[in-house]
């Protein structure tokens, strides 16, 4: 993806992540627009200047009215990041997951397809367009507690593949960002200041670094997440002994926060 003179829809814009990379591809001169569920989310993104769409990720006549409308009021879009995503634990032993479930297939893996479907007819318009997907290390190397979060991180990253190979002889270059766990509100307060957690200013500024050294990079990851992305090359006996070893440590700290 070129870099400048874009203009651009991040979804879950209004914090964490999706904020970070709306404000970096601003300051590089591309008109920036975020959408959000949370009013409080865009009211502070509108703050900061940006043009704000409420949008539910999980209502697909949400989704069709954001997709026309800032088509509508942006006729030279040309690119989105999707964002928006919930993390919940579950107890798969207790059978009360299914509304967490329901909400997490429906918002990090129906949205960003149902968007995208909606917008892919307009940017093979453009001369050049991009999609940026996010999927997660998690994609990779599922964290147990986490698991319907981590089986969409997981459908997305197959979904961007088969998305890339569909467009591959059209103007749309189809990223996927994959980050680690890194220092935002995705699953409450206590993570945004988590030592363990990569610092969002560092994330995103290596980030911003890959893909100006690698502008076409399918996809996108920092250092911090290799030991995930790299977890199946270790051989499937090795790989379930690493997955139990993760989980085991995961737990642990999970239950030391509480």
Do not use: C, W
Request: hydrophobic fraction near 40%.
């Amino acid at each position: 993806m070129k870099l400048t003179e874009n203009t651009i829809l991040v979804t879950g814009g209004g914090s964490g992540i999706g904020l970070a990379l709306a404000q970096e591809f601003r300051k590089l001169g591309n008109e920036v627009i975020v959408s959000n569920r949370s009013q409080e989310r865009l009211k502070k993104a509108r703050a900061e200047g940006f043009a704000t769409y409420e949008v539910d990720m999980a209502d697909p006549a949400s989704i069709d009215a954001l997709a026309k409308q800032v088509v509508a009021d942006y006729p030279s879009l040309n690119g989105v990041i999707q964002n928006a995503g919930i993390m919940q634990t579950e107890n798969l032993q207790a059978g009360n997951s299914q509304q967490v479930q329901n909400d997490t297939i429906a918002i990090n893996l129906l949205g960003p397809m149902r968007l995208n479907s909606a917008l892919v007819p307009h940017f093979l318009k453009r001369d050049r367009a991009f999609i940026m997907t996010v999927s997660s290390g998690l994609a990779f190397l599922p964290a147990a507690m986490f698991p319907t979060y981590s089986a969409t991180k997981a459908a997305i990253h197959s979904y961007s593949q088969s998305l890339r190979y569909q467009l591959k002889d059209t103007s749309i270059v189809v990223q996927e960002l994959a980050p680690p766990y890194v220092q935002t509100t995705l699953t409450g307060e206590h993570q945004a200041s988590d030592p363990n957690a990569m610092p969002l200013a560092e994330f995103v500024a290596e980030v911003m670094s890959i893909l100006k050294n690698k502008p076409e990079a399918r996809e996108i990851l920092v250092e911090r997440v290799d030991f995930l992305r790299s977890a199946e090359s270790k051989g499937v006996d090795a790989y379930y002994d690493f997955f139990n070893s993760f989980n085991d440590q995961m737990t642990s700290a999970m239950a030391g926060a509480v």
